[in-house]
């Protein structure tokens, strides 16, 4: 009988219901005016949403026993209904417990499976970025080091050590005033533009290339996959056409045998 | 006769004329100066308007009949004209007077089968995106909660609720002046740079990979089609070989049989 | 023993170097500084790229005679040519006559076949762009006439008529400081947001679905073209196989009857 | 046994520890606070370096003699460790020092094959869009004359000069703060929106096209060498086919002949 009620449409789709209507009221609670009206509320409404997702859990794992906990995102949804058991003072752990409200919601994505496929899928993609990210890396850290050498004195404090070095060239990747940061230093030296229009030039350069090499790659991906039951079948015409030609080959030397008994 | 006059290229052509031209003076009349200096000829102007679109709709439905319903377009057409044939005071409902003239404009699409064409695209093209554009909201819903918890107190006001966060959020993602976003939420806590940098690469992250899906996709839609009448000539071949094969194999017997009477 | 010069390569780099020559003198001469310092070369320069360009674009016509005027680059040419050599009084039409020294650097072109190809491609791709101009156009204008109406009282003076509101969307469409462009329009009602983020999202869905359409089209076209050969050996060998089959089973009726009358 | 250390994962992934661990300490140095409190650490730790990074380059060489030489990383390893043992005088030449420290970094490409990959991949693919350079130079150079002939005279300065020209139009094409420029180059003449409109539009189409031209490029490429290996097989069995169709001709001649004959 849990099985029937775990595999039911209702079933999914009222968890699916019950954490849009959490998230609705988790946005409206931003508004500070609504958190203060309602503010008694709130204690209920965790409670309530508390206890669903144990009952919830509970049915699940009942229904599937130990195939449950043999899926990731399964392990995902126990873990944040397991954690918001645990009696958080909110005084204390405020951030902590907002955060496991906000990770609730994610269990959106485990209810809808064309959303589990597209995060899947970006997962996926990590691995052929990879070298790329590394290679960012060390243009980053390389221009990052010679800015804190060069420009380190500027009042600005832009590029006051290492780690904000960086991410003032993260700002200027994104273009964001980067005439500003320039500006700045080229009254130090005139000729400073090149180091960030090199910048620009040199990471624009390798996204441009990384964007072409993956759209590459998945290309021919799909064309060795897409190839492979065509040229199956022409391959066996292959060894079946040199067959017929040998086999033909054959019988010509036989009528060429009878013709010459005659 | 009403049909001749209907599929006739002048008559299409003067309807887009009647259209752009009232386009071309729909925009001068958002200069305030040439407003005022014609102000009596504006009435003059939509009365002839009006009954323009009224015959040339009436000559439409008239040839077409029944037909003429069956396309949304033609819809769209009569019920624009349709509501501007309403006596609306001006100075009450001014704002939606002017939409009507605004949508008039609209009616162009559907006397050019190109635009017509790349609109019925567009919209095609809206189901393929659908789940990034959940995806995308869950990633605004998301920092846009945690970004209202941690910066409601910013003078700015940037953060005040959850809308407004996810409208700055837009902002980040549009890199506008994101910089002046972040350096004054660093000022509460100078790791905070990690909330807007992750955002940006998060964001960018999935708008690449829907990119290269969505070319994917498409390309892999057009392999398919392209593919069919190659692939049914090949497998073709391959059972007329098959079959090749088999009679070769008899004939080969049948003289075998031939040879050894003689 | 012209048309020897005119094939020659010495004559075609002499001019290459003339003109990038001269593009580097008219760079040197945005310089105040040195524009003074040599104010009285100025005038021979120009005489004596004058002339060279006179004798060579004579040399090209007589070696080259009618066929010329067939090429629409010659005639760029021969027209930039021609117009320098009417007497121009500097201080009357300075801004023509140092327009003209300009287009003599476009001249490169045409000594340079790879850049000759680029801008043939780049004028190849307008007509498959044209519509997308139109419909772009058609946004442009309706948000344009809209915010003109709305906004027109604005003090920033942004959407004082339509020609202006279009740049302000032309400046909102490149991400620039387009948030301050909005949160003056919020002054006025705060939910004007949805004006700027609508127009946002519409032109990059349309730009977005621009892209993807001009791949898919060019691969469409690459992959027509490659097909062809492989596609016309196979409908040749489905003709022949027809054949073989037609004809074995000739020769099976042959043995089956050679064996009856045994 | 100088080659087996060499071949050794040890040693290689010992190189590739000690110049990720200088890279961090390097980024730490970048603390004004910490360069301080470790003042008297950098020389010795700069001299361990440079021991180990010498000792690690006569392995490699006495290992590979003459086949060292053939790679360029390995050549531009050498050219990194000699320099660094000429012995500089930092507070002369302080900035050659410490440009030479980051170089050694930078042989972390030498020790990773896949970022070695990436490199000569980009490599690669600059001769593919050089003359897009060229092309993206000339109209630079043709608008920062124009520009700076215009606007030279205006306040800000950021059309002194060609070369500022060049620089101001480059951060127009980065959409940075570009209107800024143009309201104020439109206090001389309102129509000069049409100079900075009409450059980010053909800028973009360039970039737009070179984008489609390289994705094409690279896929026409592919497409031949994917297609070479099945294109083959059925050019073969078209010449099979052929002598099939030959061959069952001249068999159905003597299965005639024969019948004739009796």
Chains 1, 2, 3, 4 share one sequence.
Request: no cysteine; glycine share 4%; net charge negative.
């Amino acid at each position: 009988m849990l099985s029937d009620v775990r595999k039911s449409n209702w079933f999914s789709n009222l968890t699916t219901s019950v954490i849009i209507g959490y998230a609705v009221v988790l946005g409206f609670k931003t508004s500070h005016q609504i958190e203060v009206a309602f503010e008694h509320w709130w204690f209920y409404l965790d409670l309530v949403i508390t206890l669903y997702f144990l009952i919830e859990i509970v049915i699940k794992i009942s229904a599937d026993k130990k195939e449950f906990f043999k899926s990731g995102w399964n392990i995902f949804d126990f873990l944040i209904v397991a954690v918001t058991l645990i009696p958080i003072e909110e005084s204390e752990f405020m951030m902590i417990a907002r955060l496991l409200r906000l990770f609730r919601v994610l269990r959106l994505f485990n209810s809808r499976p064309e959303l589990k496929n597209i995060i899947d899928m970006l997962i996926g993609a990590i691995p052929s970025i990879i070298d790329i990210v590394i290679l960012m890396f060390i243009i980053f850290y390389v221009y990052g080091v010679i800015g804190s050498f060069l420009f380190s004195s500027l009042p600005s404090g832009l590029w006051s050590d290492l780690l904000t070095s960086m991410l003032t060239l993260f700002r200027v990747l994104t273009f964001e005033d980067w005439t500003d940061v320039m500006y700045e230093a080229m009254e130090l030296n005139s000729l400073y533009w090149i180091y960030f229009v090199s910048f620009i030039i040199i990471t624009a350069f390798v996204f441009f290339n990384l964007f072409i090499a993956v759209i590459i790659g998945e290309m021919e991906a799909l064309r060795e996959q897409g190839k492979g039951s065509m040229k199956t079948t022409i391959d066996e015409d292959h060894k079946i056409l040199e067959s017929v030609q040998k086999e033909l080959a054959e019988v010509k030397a036989l009528l060429q045998e009878l013709k010459q008994k005659e």
